[in-house]
């Protein structure tokens, strides 16, 4: 075969894949869990000590993470790969007044959202990530991984952490501390949080204690439960003027770490999603660079065969 000939088939086989290539299909948005686990946090809550940082890497083992050139202290500003946990802060002109857009300040704690279709799992083309379909916990296999990080690309709250600094990297995030539920332990954020801001449980029921406390009068005293919802521990305290809605119920499909506010969840940095799934857009791109794949691989094909004829010839 000549090169003339074998870019006419090569062209004919990318115009029959193109021809082909429709648009991905749509499909409908995964569902809730039941039973799922998740966390609550409520920013009106939290006081900004970080013990849920230290708790988090002190379970997990991460090392140190700095931000001041001396590298004294573990002071990551925001998730890194040694980081699946962070307290950010927000603030406003005098920032007198916490949990006041203005002139106010809040704190805002970030890990993976554990989404109810996470755009992390549909974008990976090799399943290294997954729900788990009993907790609906997203979980990383680093033997399955091949390092594209397409997971980072489609995650929509920027979680997903790749480890540049290392010959052999791996993906790094919260699963929810699945090592120490599988003994009976709650996750170690949740655990150490001292005021009760972070709270560990089904997400059916800490979405009722979310909805529960949005009822509450701004300035009364009310009973907050600590480590667990509907747990045994609960501390009192003054409710303060929240934001009505519950982060995570609904944006981007769902996810089973929920958030409460008194400062709006934009301004927390908190992504205005749409309730639309972003893996259903993010298996659409990863549907059309597959479809996309193909025609390098027709191309592959006519090349394999031109050199097989031509040592046949010779
Ligand atoms: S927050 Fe990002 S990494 Fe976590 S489950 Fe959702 S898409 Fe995946
Ligand atoms: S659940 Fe565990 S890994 Fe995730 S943020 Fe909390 S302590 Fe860290
Ligand atoms: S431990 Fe609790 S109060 Fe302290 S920063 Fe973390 S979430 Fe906030």
New binding site residues.
């Given amino acids: 075969m000549k090169r003339r000939d074998f870019l006419k088939v090569a062209a004919a086989g990318g115009l029959m894949v193109a021809a082909n290539a429709g648009p991905a299909l749509a499909r409908d948005a995964k569902a809730r869990i039941t039973g799922a686990v998740g966390?609550l946090y409520d920013s009106t809550v939290c006081v900004g000590c970080k013990a849920?940082v230290s708790?988090?890497k002190q379970?997990?083992e991460t090392p140190p993470s700095f931000s001041s050139s001396d590298e004294l202290w573990d002071n990551p500003l925001d998730n890194d790969s040694k980081t699946?946990?962070s307290i950010k802060l927000y603030k406003d002109g005098t920032a007198e007044v916490k949990d006041r857009e203005k002139d106010g300040h809040a704190y805002i704690?970030r890990?993976?959202m554990h989404c109810v279709d996470p755009a992390c799992a549909s974008a990976c083309p090799v399943s290294a990530l997954k729900k788990d379909e009993k907790t609906g916990i997203v979980t990383y296999n680093k033997d399955a991984c091949i390092g594209c990080r397409y997971c980072q690309l489609a995650c929509p709250f920027n979680i997903p952490k790749f480890e540049w600094e290392k010959a052999f990297p791996e993906i790094r995030k919260?699963?929810?501390?699945s090592h120490?539920l599988k003994k009976g332990e709650i996750?170690?954020?949740?655990e150490f949080c001292p005021t009760g801001a972070?709270v560990?449980g089904p997400v059916e029921e800490l979405l009722a204690e979310a909805k529960k406390r949005l009822t509450y009068k701004p300035g009364d005293s009310e009973m907050y439960p600590v480590e667990r919802v509907n747990g045994r521990q609960m501390t009192e305290r003054m409710v303060v003027p929240y934001i009505p809605r519950v982060y995570g119920e609904k944006e981007g499909g769902g996810t089973q770490v929920l958030y409460l506010a008194g400062v709006p969840f934009d301004k927390l940095g908190l992504p205005d999603l749409e309730e639309k799934p972003s893996a259903q857009q993010s298996e659409t791109i990863q549907h059309t660079l597959y479809k996309g794949m193909i025609a390098p691989i027709v191309f592959l094909g006519g090349l394999v065969y031109i050199v097989h004829k031509n040592t046949k010839d010779e």
């Fill in positions: 966390l849920c708790a988090c379970y997990n699946y946990n704690k890990q993976c919260c699963e929810l501390c120490r996750p170690a954020c949740a972070c560990f």
